[in-house]
């Protein structure tokens, strides 16, 4: 079993910056990810990478202003957001999948999620 737990969130303003963070402990992962979801809508990837390889990939969205980024060692996974917009709002899941060498993108086919934190941008 994985357990995945979620720090960071918080309300800020647009144009701010916020840093989540996503620590696992369990077995061995192959891609860990963030995926978001506001109110009313379906949920969305965001940002995911591999656990062994520099490959990451973004949504259109967040392309240019969120980063991801793991420290293995720590086992944790970050999710760097610069110039938030109001759009940006939602509640932001870390996730994980055991096996695979390809970047998860499709909610049903995750393997693990986090709790969730909630991050509002206000205008």
């Known amino acids: 079993q994985v357990q995945l737990v979620e720090s960071g969130g918080g309300l800020v303003q647009a144009g701010d910056s916020l840093r989540l963070s996503c620590a696992a402990s369990?077995?061995?992962?192959?891609?860990m990810g963030w995926f978001r979801q506001a109110p009313g809508k379906d949920r969305e990837f965001v940002a995911g990478i591999l656990w062994r390889g520099p490959s990451t990939l973004y949504a259109d969205s967040v392309k240019g202003r969120f980063t991801i980024s793991r420290d293995n060692g720590k086992n944790t996974v970050y999710l760097q957001m610069n110039s938030l917009k109001p759009e940006d709002t939602a509640v932001y899941y870390c996730t994980a999948d055991r096996t695979g060498s390809r970047i998860q993108t499709t909610p049903s086919l995750i393997d693990y999620w986090g709790q969730g934190t909630q991050v509002t941008v206000s205008s």
């Open positions: 369990g077995r061995t992962l192959s891609t």
